[in-house]
């Protein structure tokens, strides 16, 4: 029966995959995330509770994080890689685990080349990297024949270790993808020069590797196929990639987005969905070899459609798996309204990551903490009383109640949600609602008492074991002069469609929500986060593989509103966003061509405008309307209320109610399944 005969959800999605010497289940790869459990030989005991809980939630193949094949490859000192002997032990911890559950796990080489943030790095030539303050040495040719004598050696021990196989990271800039690419390349010897000895590296990696480990031992090669770098690889350049290396002895071709020192988002909430699947299916035709398409496939429906439409053999779901590692058992099962999406919000996973921390999930907080966070059955199930459905009290009532609790959730408005209802009214912040709808669905499973259009005082809150306020935030007034003027209006007044704002618009405030207001204004009518055309052209993104490295010119689309965006501290507004999405927030507003000023001094709301004091000098900014996006205060009346109530049961904060700076919704979520595992 073919795929698309079968009455089975997902049918593409879930046809095996013959390799020739070995089957993959189904078509979901996850894809390499690095989760800082790589670097330590005492946190495998967790990374092998990482990938078991993926691999018994279905996923067909997993790529571990890279792992360097040498000192010289490291991402950061002391990092993950593979070249003693001694080395190979705790990956068969890695292995048993995911064996165990019926997945094929790959060990991913990355060799960092000038990326590795430390003085031993090393590249084709010696140019620093605009993201990184070392300037790497330039690899003579007995060097390169060292580097690839150890991507050799260490596939060899990840065979050793027992892995199905090995992903070559060829893309996203690192190393082999800086040799390829003429960006990098300046070499002029047997290394670099034209096309063809710009990718010899490349296809001489992957044909010792594939000598190093025998015939049947997958290799995945990962092929840049945008570069999205002025003087990247031209479309045919990389067909030829693509063929060599399948020559040279690739199972399957991977691919590659952008490299990580690329000015164009990739894998942000506000890049569409399957945004650059297409480009895979360009490539597909050229090889014979399976190939994967990734980046933003974050629900079943969307790889269906990949798989379906013929433009990838495989889909690769990375951050998927840590929001949900059940996301293809629930798939399987016809349950895709229970998947808890990942949205893209790069706030647990990548930010984790660039400061060190071990990567996580916003919507999972138990993803990288498997072993310590554990959602046990109760045995002393008690009555629990949750106020505020917003991100906090949900994940609370929820993880609760999948404990055996008795909970009931209170919520004064007519829906669940909280702010994460405004939030998903931001341009590029659609993926939001589907949190919502997890939620929706997790309460019915769990057997949570909701009360919507309630609002809990001490009446309703008496008779509970434990009381958990969850009631979130009050947005700060403004104080400067006029701000009572009917022109002012509140962030939730225009998010909610309560104010129209006028043409012009001064902003009060660029934290967060500030940057979310101002595309909430720049905008109108679809967003080009559910239009990939429109994206791309605003991006600059070209598929059709006429310009070098993918990279043709932005063409933003005009403003809808002229807008300032404000701040009373000195400095660049947007300093504080997140590390791996702010720039990509400052940029969007630079394309809308917003003002964005630091060191405002508000002066007043006067007839013709907004007063104001920039760097000594005053100026009238001839404004419709002010949006006040000053932060916000705890809402936590109820606590004394409660007290003066007589009420004695143990009553708890979270969320925005415990501590309303600092907020988002990462902590909120945090908190609250961590205080329901302790229930
Ligand atoms: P809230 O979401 O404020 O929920 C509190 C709930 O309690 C409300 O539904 C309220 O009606 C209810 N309530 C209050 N009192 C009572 C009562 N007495 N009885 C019953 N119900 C009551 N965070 C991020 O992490 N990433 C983002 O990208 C992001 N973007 C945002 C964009 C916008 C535009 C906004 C507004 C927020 C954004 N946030 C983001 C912040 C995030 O939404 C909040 O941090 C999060 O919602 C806080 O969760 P909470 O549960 O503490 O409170
Ligand atoms: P915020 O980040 O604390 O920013 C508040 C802004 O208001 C600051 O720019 C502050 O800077 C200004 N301000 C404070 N008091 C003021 C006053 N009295 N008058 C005028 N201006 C004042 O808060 P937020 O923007 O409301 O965001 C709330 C939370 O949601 C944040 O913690 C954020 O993490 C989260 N969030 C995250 C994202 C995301 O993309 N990750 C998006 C939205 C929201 P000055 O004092 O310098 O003016
Ligand atoms: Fe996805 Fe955000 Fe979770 Fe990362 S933190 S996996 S981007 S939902």
Same mark, same amino acid.
């Given at each position: ?38 670097? *330590? ?49 705790p ?59 150890? %991507? ?19 893309s996203?800039? @690192? ?41 049947? %031992?997958?290799?995945? @090669? ?16 990389v067909?030829?990639?693509a ?32 945004? %650059? ?14 190939v ?18 013929g ?14 590692p ?21 706030q ?17 907080? *138990? ?11 109760t ?30 959730? %209170? ?28 939620? *929706? ?22 008779g ?8 979130g ?5 403004a ?18 469609? *309560?104010?129209?704002?006028g ?11 500030g ?59 947007g ?69 003066e ?12 109610? @415990? ?17 329901a595992?302790?229930?």
């Open positions: 029966m073919t795929p698309a005969a079968s009455t089975k959800p997902y049918p593409h999605l879930f046809a095996p995959l013959d390799l020739g010497f070995t089957t993959l289940r189904n078509r979901v790869l996850m894809g390499s995330m690095h989760t800082g459990l790589e670097d *330590r030989r005492r946190d495998f005991p967790k990374l092998a509770a990482y990938l078991a809980e993926r691999a018994a939630g279905g996923a067909g193949l997993i790529v571990t994080g890279g792992f360097a094949p040498n000192v010289e490859g490291w991402l950061k000192p002391f990092g993950g890689k593979l070249s003693w002997p001694w080395e190979t032990g990956h068969r911890q890695l292995t048993r685990a995911v064996h165990e559950h019926g997945a094929k796990l790959c060990l991913q080489l990355l060799h960092a080349g000038r990326y590795g943030y430390h003085p031993l790095q090393v590249a084709p030539s010696k140019l620093k990297a605009p993201i990184n303050p070392f300037t790497p040495r330039e690899l003579g040719a007995r060097g390169i024949e060292r580097q690839i004598r150890a %991507f050799a050696s260490a596939a060899a021990r990840a065979r050793d270790a027992g892995y199905d196989g090995v992903e070559v990271m060829g996203e800039g @690192y190393l082999i993808n800086q040799f390829t690419a003429p960006r990098t390349n300046r070499r002029d010897d047997a290394w670099g020069g034209d096309a063809r000895r710009r990718m010899r590296f490349a296809v001489e990696i992957v044909r010792r590797v594939r000598e190093a480990c025998g015939p049947d %031992f997958i290799l995945v @090669y990962r092929l840049s196929l945008l570069d999205l770098v002025e003087d990247g690889n031209t479309w045919d350049e067909l030829e990639q063929r060599a290396v399948e020559a040279a002895g690739a199972t399957i071709i991977n691919s590659g987005i952008g490299w990580h020192e690329a000015r164009v988002p990739t894998i942000a909430t506000s890049v569409p969905r399957a945004a %650059f699947a297409g480009i895979t299916g360009r490539l597909r035709p050229h090889v014979s070899v399976p994967v398409a990734v980046n933003r496939i974050n629900m079943p429906e969307v790889a269906e459609e990949i798989l379906a439409s433009q990838a053999d495989l889909v690769s779901l990375a951050r998927p798996l840590l929001a949900d059940e996301w293809p058992n629930k798939a399987r099962a016809g349950r895709a309204g229970a998947i808890n999406t990942c949205i893209a919000c790069n647990a996973c990548l930010d984790h990551i660039f400061v060190g921390k071990v990567a996580s999930c916003l919507v999972n907080p *138990r993803a990288g903490h498997e072993t310590e966070l554990r959602y046990e059955p045995a002393n199930p008690r009555r629990i009383a949750v106020v505020g459905a917003g991100p906090a009290g949900l994940a609370c009532a929820t993880v609760a109640a999948q404990r055996g609790h008795h909970v009931t959730l %209170f919520e004064a408005s007519d829906r669940i949600g909280g702010q994460f209802n405004l939030a998903s009214r931001i341009p590029g912040k659609e993926e939001f609602t589907e949190t919502l709808r997890y939620f *929706r669905h997790r309460l019915e499973d769990t057997g949570v008492e909701v009360r919507l259009g309630t609002v809990a005082g001490p009446a309703e809150l008496a509970y074991d434990e009381i958990v306020l969850a009631t935030i009050v947005p700060r007034k104080d400067f002069p006029g701000a009572d003027d009917p022109r002012v209006a509140g962030y939730m007044d225009i998010l909610s469609g *309560r104010v129209q704002a043409p012009r618009v001064a902003i009060v405030g660029a934290g967060g929500i940057f979310d207001v101002a595309e909430f204004l720049v905008h109108e009518g679809q967003s080009p986060s559910l239009d990939p055309v429109r994206w791309r052209a605003e991006w600059g993104v070209d598929l059709d593989g006429n310009a070098r490295g993918g990279l043709a010119t932005p063409a933003p689309e005009a403003p809808a509103r002229q807008v300032w965006l404000l701040q009373r501290s000195p400095g660049r507004p300093a504080r966003l997140g590390k791996t999405t702010g720039w990509i927030h400052r940029a969007t507003l630079r394309h809308k061509k917003v003002r964005m000023i630091g060191g405002v001094e508000y002066l007043g709301l006067e007839a013709d405008g907004f007063r104001v004091r920039i760097d000594n000098a005053e100026q009238l900014l001839e404004v419709d309307t002010v949006v006040v996006c000053a932060g916000q205060e705890p809402r936590r009346e109820l606590q004394a209320r409660l007290e109530a007589g009420i004695t049961a143990p009553v708890h904060l979270i969320g925005g109610a @415990y501590l309303a700076a600092e907020l988002d919704a990462k902590r909120a979520i945090d908190q609250g399944s961590r205080l595992a302790g229930f």
